[in-house]
Nanobody, 122 residues
Framework: QVQLVESGGGLVQAGGSLRLSCAASGRTFSRYTMGWFRQAPGKEREFVAAISWSGGSTSYADSVKGQFTISRDNAKNTAYLQMKSLKPEDTAVYYC???????????????WGQGTQVTVSS
């Protein structure tokens, strides 16, 4: 069992940056692929980024490539999403997820956090 808690969301002006954190409980964090997803009002949840258990492989949605960076620190049981050059269309609730799947997977995540709100003002 893995419990995930996101933090770091907030209100930021367009062009600004935020770093989201996802703290995981449990001793098996390092065995899981970690992913970030987001859901904007009135839209379906969408994949943002994923990172393999070792951190050696990453995957990004086309819409955030070059803008967001996913990373992890297995010693701290924490995954991160560094977001820069934020735009109003990045406004959403951001969720982290954990699962035993390749970074190219999109739906096979087993555990989800409660989400953190990111609002980008124009």
């Amino acid at each position: 069992q893995v419990q995930l808690v996101e933090s770091g969301g907030g209100l930021v002006q367009a062009g600004g940056s935020l770093r989201l954190s996802c703290a995981a409980s449990g001793r098996t964090f390092s065995r899981y692929t970690m992913g970030w997803f987001r859901q904007a009002p009135g839209k379906e949840r969408e994949f943002v980024a994923a990172i393999s258990w070792s951190g050696g492989s990453t995957s990004y949605a086309d819409s955030v490539k070059g803008q967001f960076t996913i990373s992890r620190d297995n010693a701290k049981n924490t995954a991160y999403l560094q977001m820069k050059s934020l735009k109003p269309e990045d406004t959403a609730v951001y969720y982290c997820a954990a699962g035993r799947l390749p970074v190219t997977g999109r739906t096979e995540y087993d555990y989800w956090g409660q989400g953190t709100q990111v609002t980008v003002s124009s």
